[in-house]
Every structure is written in C-alpha cells, then in structure tokens.
C-alpha cells in the first residue's frame, strides 16, 4: 500500500446561498474546520452534492478547496460523470488546479458489464496526468465494481486506489483482501461506521460525510489508531456509529448532514434536491447533536 494520502479526508458539504448559487466563501470556512481537526479535503463527491452541480461550478469548488488548503492536507476532487467523455472533459480541468487525485464514481442509470467499467476507468486514466480512484458506491448508481475487476485495473500506473462505499464490511474486506500483494494501491472506506475496523483492516484513509458534523470525533478515530491505543480508537468509532445510526434515522446523507449543519450555525444553506424537515425531525437532529458532539 501506498498511503500517499492516508488519515480522513472530509467529504466537503457545497454550501449555497439563499438565492441557491454556490457559496465558495461559505465553502472555504467549512475547509478551515476540517483543516483545523487534522482533516484532508474530499470536494464534488455525494456529500458535496455534484449530482446538482454544472461543470463550471465544480471546477470552482475544486479550485477553492485547492486555494484554501494550500498544501496543509490531501485534496481529492470527485470528477465521476455518466459518459466517459464527459468525466475526461472534467477531469482535464479540475487537474490543473493542483489536486492531489481525483475520483471516478461508476455510471449510474446504464448497467454495465465489468468489462465495460475496465474501458471506461481505463480510457480515463490514459486521459488524465493527475492520479485516480475508482469509486464504488452501487446503491446509487446500480453498478458495482468487483474486487477482482479492481485488482484488474490497478495494474494502470495512474490508477492508484479504490473508494468503497458499499456500505457493508464484507465489500470492504474484499476489496482489501484482492488488492494486499499490490503495491502502491490503497483502499479507501466509505461508510462511517467502518473507519476503524478499515483502518485495523489496511485501509489507508477513509472518506467521511459525518466529518462535516463532528471533524474532531472522526479524526479521533484516525489519530489513535496511528497512536496504537486502538481501544480508545474502538471508542472513539463506538460514538461515530451513535451519531450515524440516530442522524440517519431522520434522513439520509447529504440532506441530513446539511441540516445538521445548519442547526449548528453554519450558514450551508439547503440542499438543491427536494428534501423537507419538519421541525420535529430538526429537534431529533439537534438532540442527536447535543449527545454525541462535544
């Protein structure tokens, strides 16, 4: 493995103004949180929204999260579009910026052969300068990538790992398990109830939406497994999972983070898909707040 970027990126909320337009200076003050916790930034992913993003306004999101770091911690931009053509032509640019990676989610609406992802994250990575990830999240897109298809394509130099966000141990553990003899090319986990069991696992970093809400008790996680005290990282995990498992009984990832934000001072601004919070359900999230978040 690699772990060229390791530790837990932010899966970075894409704040709007009231009028709805992309809010880079609301952006910029949700990078200097994470910044502040020991977070790397992972921008234009699902908790970013880019499924209601044009392509300019992701190039812009991208440049500023790169602007604000300014080399302090990793930056991944997600830049996954439905045709390969399209995620070439978004890549093409977002590398320019000075990010560190990039991140290729699989199509979503056609169903797709394995071989058929093997072109298409083949024809990308040919395409492109800046290194990439393949990025494997099938309840939202109905393709998924198989352990053995991303053994496969880690034989490309530029393709140098895999985001899992499967949801389940049993994906993330197989796709460690077929990718340990590989040389640089790392798992990243996806789901926040799994960071540290992904990190006793091999995994090098995990990718986390609920860092958003609670960037101190993610990286705590992170920090003391790197410290070995892997009981007080089991701890530290045993509060995430408390935090996810209530948050997420009101509604899902990213409506339920962005209101979580709000409700905590952030000016984030609503989300640009349809999604209504009543005030009962914006009471439960402010309690599941006030349990789990110091």
């Known amino acids: 493995m690699s772990n060229v970027i390791n530790g837990v990126l932010t899966a970075i909320v894409t704040p709007f103004t009231t009028e709805g337009a992309v809010n880079i ?6 990078v200097q949180r994470q910044l502040r916790a020991g977070n790397g930034i992972f921008c234009g992913g699902t908790n970013g929204e880019f499924f ?3 392509e300019a306004e992701k190039v812009a999101i991208a440049r500023a999260c790169v602007e604000e770091v300014a080399g302090r911690a990793p930056v991944v931009a997600h830049i ?9 032509r978004l890549g093409q640019q977002i590398e320019k910026l000075g990010v560190d990676a990039v991140s290729v989610i699989t199509p979503w609406f056609v169903p797709l052969k394995q071989e058929e992802l093997i072109c298409h994250y083949t024809a990308i990575a040919d395409a492109l300068k800046v290194p990439v990830f393949l990025y494997n999240i099938p309840a939202r897109t109905g393709n998924t990538i198989e352990p053995q298809t ?9 393709i140098i790992g895999v985001k899992d966000s499967a949801g389940s141990y049993e994906s993330l553990k197989d796709f460690l398990d077929a990718v340990r003899d590989i040389r640089d ?20 970093a995990c990718i986390s939406g609920l860092a958003n809400v609670a960037p101190d008790e993610i990286n705590a996680i992170w920090t003391r497994f ?3 005290d892997i009981r007080a990282s089991q701890q530290a995990q045993e509060n995430v999972t408390g935090l996810r498992t209530d948050l997420y009984k009101v509604a899902f990832s990213p409506a339920a983070v962005k209101k ?3 409700l905590m001072g952030y000016e984030v601004g609503n989300s640009r898909y349809a999604v209504n919070f009543t005030p009962a ?4 999230i402010k309690q599941t707040i006030a349990k789990y978040i110091s």
């Open 260 to 262: 979580a934000l709000q």
């Open 80 to 88: 996954g579009e439905v045709s390969t053509r399209e995620t070439i």
């Open 185 to 204: 090319f790392d798992v990243l986990n996806g789901p926040d109830s799994l960071i540290h069991q992904g990190f006793i696992d091999g995994c090098s």
């Open 52 to 54: 209601v993003l044009n």
């Open 25 to 30: 200076q609301a952006l910029k003050q949700q």
């Open 226 to 228: 790197k410290e070995g």
């Open 150 to 158: 991303a053994r496969e394509l880690a034989q490309h130099p530029n």
């Open 281 to 284: 359900q914006c009471e439960q």
